[in-house]
């Protein structure tokens, strides 16, 4: 994979006339040699239906008279661009009014993306239907007749399905199909078979083709959707509804599973499909940056105008970015992340736990999105796992606000405690899903869940920034009985806050009287009663994110790999890249700020001065410099810890330590 690409929207109306007609070589060529681009995603066909070169299998635009995939492919190898293949496969706007037959049905009838032919916008197919049969077609042709680097297929995944095909299949297999777990188990079969089909079609041709299925999101803990993609590529535009959380968390995951990935954002200011919308240079450098400190290559989004141009305000952009990565390449590939912590995704232990259920969707992210940003504010060195991943690497497993587990997690778990490592726990997590309560030793017993909300938290240890008293809390809790060290109180409100029974404009005062045991510490690890990664994600208070702090402290002790005094807003990975026999210490920094209606934005990047990083090793480096800068820079190892202090950085530095 290369490290600079561009995915190349073409999603083009039928009713727009002289398509491609102002198309150039010279100047397609100009662009990406501007933009410092080194592989570019090219249309066969788009949302709308359309091929963009001479097809049997499909029908070309109606307005476009030439082969403008083929002259785009001819012009990028010219000058040593790669060109993956996109094809729209999701989503068919010519078959939806041909074949409405064709179309995913939700339980209602109404369709998707859109409810119904009334409104503007596309339609969902359905991969049950024949409409798989017609896809296949366009992808072999593409194959047989382009010289391309790759195949993007959009808009896929598993969808539970109540069109009259998927209706009809599980019917004749006795199923209810309208009972929502019996739609969701066909939708996973449905989309496996779409997944083995495709790579069928693909080897038959180019055995080994690199092929990758977009659902605009890797879940966690389905590996066999992602291992049958021969790499990544994470959407997450970070101003298009993503936000700047998602990505981080996302490449925490893609980099347990072996596999190449690339982070994907766009150059608008919003979201795909925006044209005449611009980022700031500084916001793309930041994404771009973000992605190589998390191990990823760069993929930055564009949309072609229907004319064919190449729009020069847009290359100048991605140029500011990819001519600062095109530097750093040395030091990016075949990297791997130093952890001391394995978050557990709270959605990958949800698909282990309810195989056959559609998943909650963001609500199973929610306390895994509140850890990852403690994690990367805390500046803990992390990878979110799923319940396949070997723990060995790691000191301390976290497990987020509803991870009720069953024996085989347990027992993985209870192998990871046994050879020394520890577990955070919080809410219901460790609790046993046979009703046994806690699988391990974190200092206290479940008595059940509290009666009050919200209650109050009262620690009894310094937190910077914040002193003694109680806090609330809106998150809920449980009651245990503490049966190790006590770290921290509970207390309860005088009553709930009911019609008749209220206090206050908000919620009634904690009664100092109504104690209990909060947060405990025992011979597997620490255990927090309250759903604090959930507060954090949703309320942002600094109290959850203090106390978190403090016992991830408690429980990593000495152990802790780095420590550095970048402010909250930066973020720090440690990539250890084995072949070069040297780590390369990532910081960046930047602070988004929220614009408009909640669109988080990057204008300004501020100079950071007098860093402070401190890294664990086993023996003395042989030599510590700055990348790409190629300029050393004064360390002390002393006692198994090297230090070093960054002078200035502005956006994005690495630290590079021989070993």
Same mark, same amino acid.
């Given at each position: 994979?290369?490290?600079?690409?561009?995915?190349?929207?073409?999603?083009?109306?039928?009713?727009?006339?002289?398509?491609?007609?102002?198309?150039?070589?010279?100047?397609?060529?100009?662009?990406?040699?501007?933009?410092?681009?080194?592989?570019?995603?090219? /249309?066969?066909?788009?949302?709308?239906?359309?091929?963009?070169?001479?097809?049997?299998?499909?029908?070309?635009?109606?307005?476009?008279?030439?082969?403008?995939?083929?002259?785009?492919?001819?012009?990028?190898?010219?000058?040593?661009?790669?060109?993956?293949?996109?094809?729209?496969?999701?989503?068919?706007?010519?078959?939806?009014?041909?074949?409405?037959?064709?179309?995913?049905?939700?339980?209602?009838?109404?369709?998707?993306?859109?409810?119904?032919?009334?409104?503007?916008?596309?339609?969902?197919?359905?991969?049950?239907?024949?409409?798989?049969?017609?896809?296949?077609?366009?992808?072999?042709?593409?194959?047989?007749?382009?010289?391309?680097?790759?195949?993007?297929?959009?808009?896929?995944?598993?969808?539970?399905?109540?069109?009259?095909?998927?209706?009809?299949?599980?019917?004749?297999?006795?199923?209810?199909?309208?009972?929502?777990?019996?739609?969701?188990?066909?939708?996973?079969?449905?989309?496996?078979?779409?997944?083995?089909?495709?790579?069928?079609?693909?080897?038959?041709?180019?055995?080994?083709?690199?092929?990758?299925?977009?659902?605009?999101?890797?879940?966690?803990?389905?590996?066999?959707?992602?291992?049958?993609?021969?790499?990544?590529?994470?959407?997450?535009?970070?101003?298009?509804?993503?936000?700047?959380?998602?990505?981080?968390?996302?490449?925490?995951?893609?980099?347990?599973?072996?596999?190449? /990935?690339?982070?994907?954002?766009?150059?608008?200011?919003?979201?795909?499909?925006?044209?005449?919308?611009?980022?700031?240079?500084?916001?793309?450098?930041?994404?771009?940056?973000?992605?190589?400190?998390?191990?990823?290559?760069?993929?930055?989004?564009?949309?072609?105008?229907?004319?064919?141009?190449?729009?020069?305000?847009?290359?100048?952009?991605?140029?500011?970015?990819?001519?600062? +990565?095109?530097?750093?390449?040395?030091?990016?590939?075949?990297?791997?992340?130093?952890?001391?912590?394995?978050?557990?995704?709270?959605?990958?232990?949800?698909?282990?736990?309810?195989?056959?259920?559609?998943?909650?969707?963001?609500?199973?992210?929610?306390?895994?999105?509140?850890?990852?940003?403690?994690?990367?504010?805390?500046?803990?060195?992390?990878?979110?796992?799923?319940?396949?991943?070997?723990?060995?690497?790691?000191?301390?497993?976290?497990?987020?606000?509803?991870?009720?587990?069953?024996?085989?997690?347990?027992?993985?778990?209870?192998?990871?405690?046994?050879?020394?490592?520890?577990?955070?726990?919080?809410?219901?997590?460790?609790?046993?899903?046979?009703?046994?309560?806690?699988?391990?030793?974190?200092?206290?017993?479940?008595?059940?869940?509290?009666?009050?909300?919200?209650?109050?938290?009262?620690?009894?240890?310094?937190?910077?920034?914040?002193?003694?008293?109680?806090?609330?809390?809106?998150?809920?809790?449980?009651?245990?009985?503490?049966?190790?060290?006590?770290?921290?109180?509970?207390?309860?409100?005088?009553?709930?806050?009911?019609?008749?029974?209220?206090?206050?404009?908000?919620?009634?005062?904690?009664?100092?009287?109504?104690?209990?045991?909060?947060?405990?510490?025992?011979?597997?690890?620490?255990?927090?009663?309250?759903?604090?990664?959930?507060?954090?994600?949703?309320?942002?208070?600094?109290?959850?994110?203090?106390?978190?702090?403090?016992?991830?402290?408690?429980?990593?002790?000495?152990?802790?790999?780095?420590?550095?005094?970048?402010?909250?807003?930066?973020?720090?990975?440690?990539?250890?890249?084995?072949?070069?026999?040297?780590?390369?210490?990532?910081?960046?920094?930047?602070?988004? +700020?929220?614009?408009?209606?909640? +669109?988080?934005?990057?204008?300004?990047?501020?100079?950071?001065?007098?860093?402070?990083?401190?890294?664990?090793?086993?023996?003395?480096?042989?030599? +510590?410099?700055?990348?790409?800068?190629?300029?050393?820079?004064?360390?002390?190892?002393?006692?198994?810890?090297?230090?070093?202090?960054?002078?200035? /950085?502005?956006?994005?530095?690495?630290?590079?330590?021989?070993?």
């Amino acid at each position: 994979m290369n490290f600079r690409q561009v995915h190349l929207d073409f999603h083009t109306s039928g009713e727009i006339e002289n398509i491609g007609s102002r198309f150039s070589k010279e100047q397609f060529q100009n662009a990406l040699k501007m933009g410092h681009v080194n592989s570019i995603t090219l /249309f066969s066909k788009c949302h709308h239906g359309w091929a963009y070169h001479p097809s049997e299998a499909n029908t070309m635009h109606p307005h476009l008279d030439f082969d403008l995939l083929g002259a785009e492919i001819e012009a990028a190898h010219e000058i040593g661009v790669k060109t993956p293949i996109y094809i729209s496969a999701g989503l068919d706007e010519k078959m939806a009014r041909l074949h409405p037959d064709w179309l995913y049905r939700n339980a209602d009838e109404s369709t998707e993306w859109v409810k119904d032919f009334t409104v503007p916008g596309y339609h969902r197919m359905c991969m049950n239907s024949p409409y798989l049969d017609y896809l296949l077609a366009q992808i072999e042709e593409v194959l047989e007749r382009y010289d391309g680097d790759g195949i993007f297929l959009d808009i896929v995944g598993v969808f539970p399905c109540y069109c009259q095909h998927c209706v009809a299949k599980m019917r004749e297999r006795g199923w209810d199909p309208y009972a929502p777990d019996n739609a969701y188990r066909l939708g996973v079969e449905t989309y496996m078979n779409y997944l083995r089909r495709v790579r069928e079609t693909v080897d038959k041709h180019k055995p080994g083709h690199p092929v990758f299925h977009n659902a605009g999101h890797l879940s966690a803990g389905r590996r066999e959707f992602a291992y049958l993609n021969t790499h990544l590529e994470l959407e997450s535009l970070p101003t298009g509804g993503w936000g700047y959380d998602h990505f981080p968390l996302s490449a925490a995951y893609a980099r347990t599973l072996g596999m190449e /990935f690339l982070g994907m954002t766009g150059k608008f200011h919003l979201s795909w499909g925006e044209f005449g919308g611009f980022k700031h240079p500084n916001a793309l450098r930041y994404e771009a940056s973000l992605s190589i400190a998390n191990g990823a290559k760069v993929s930055i989004g564009d949309q072609l105008h229907p004319l064919g141009f190449m729009e020069p305000a847009t290359y100048k952009l991605i140029g500011e970015a990819f001519r600062e +990565v095109e530097k750093k390449e040395p030091w990016l590939d075949g990297v791997e992340s130093v952890a001391d912590i394995a978050l557990l995704s709270q959605e990958a232990l949800f698909a282990h736990m309810s195989p056959e259920k559609d998943p909650p969707g963001k609500r199973s992210w929610i306390g895994s999105t509140g850890a990852s940003r403690i994690l990367l504010e805390g500046k803990y060195l992390f990878d979110m796992v799923d319940t396949e991943a070997d723990l060995s690497k790691y000191k301390l497993v976290i497990l987020t606000d509803d991870s009720i587990i069953d024996d085989e997690v347990a027992e993985k778990l209870r192998e990871f405690t046994e050879n020394g490592g520890k577990i955070l726990a919080t809410g219901d997590s460790t609790l046993m899903n046979d009703g046994s309560g806690f699988a391990f030793d974190l200092g206290a017993k479940y008595i059940g869940s509290c009666k009050y909300n919200p209650t109050y938290l009262h620690p009894k240890f310094e937190m910077e920034g914040l002193y003694d008293s109680a806090y609330v809390i809106y998150q809920p809790c449980n009651d245990i009985e503490a049966t190790g060290d006590i770290l921290a109180y509970r207390e309860d409100p005088y009553f709930n806050r009911s019609t008749f029974k209220f206090s206050s404009h908000q919620h009634t005062p904690n009664d100092p009287e109504k104690v209990s045991p909060a947060i405990t510490v025992g011979a597997d690890g620490a255990y927090i009663s309250f759903r604090l990664f959930s507060e954090y994600a949703t309320k942002g208070s600094l109290i959850a994110k203090q106390v978190i702090k403090h016992v991830i402290d408690v429980l990593l002790g000495e152990n802790k790999t780095l420590t550095t005094s970048l402010p909250a807003q930066g973020v720090v990975t440690l990539m250890n890249q084995v072949a070069e026999r040297r780590l390369v210490n990532h910081l960046l920094y930047a602070s988004p +700020v929220k614009r408009g209606n909640g +669109v988080e934005i990057i204008e300004d990047i501020v100079p950071v001065y007098n860093t402070e990083v401190s890294i664990k090793l086993d023996k003395e480096p042989e030599r +510590v410099y700055l990348a790409p800068q190629d300029r050393d820079i004064d360390f002390d190892y002393t006692d198994g810890i090297l230090t070093y202090t960054l002078d200035k /950085f502005e956006c994005h530095q690495m630290v590079v330590i021989e070993y």
